[in-house]
């Protein structure tokens, strides 16, 4: 499917784990610019990791050290893995494959780290 679709959500503990996946198409999936954001309810979207165009990856300063991104080109599947989870990681997470303007983005899975 052109869309691509998120799991991996939940509610956690802060100081817990969390692996949100996000499954693409293959036509799409061969575009490098691809990543996370996320959006807190009466907030703007903002970025939280992504590749870049060169494949090399850039994170938000708030989750620098807890945070990683990963690809698996053999399942069209991109990866954000969030350990250490505080409460003001709580918020919707969207997957990006593409620019922001052009790209395709997901429906979201929802994040929650109670305190």
């Known amino acids: 499917q052109v869309q691509p679709v998120e799991s991996g959500g939940g509610l956690v503990q802060a100081g817990g784990s969390l692996r949100l996946s996000c499954v693409a198409s293959?036509?799409?999936?061969?575009?490098?610019?691809m990543g996370w954001y996320r959006q807190a309810p009466g907030k703007q979207r903002e970025l939280v990791a992504r590749?870049?165009?060169?494949?090399?990856?850039i994170f938000a300063d708030s989750v620098k050290g807890r945070f990683t991104i990963s690809r698996d080109n053999a399942k069209n599947t991109l990866y954000l893995q969030m350990n250490s989870l505080k409460p003001e990681d709580t918020a919707v997470y969207y997957c990006?494959?593409?620019?922001?303007?052009?790209?395709?983005w997901g429906q979201g899975t929802q994040v929650t780290v109670s305190s």
């Open positions: 990006l494959v593409g620019t922001p303007t052009t790209g395709y």
């Open positions: 293959g036509s799409i999936f061969s575009i490098n610019y």
């Open positions: 590749f870049t165009s060169g494949g090399t990856t």
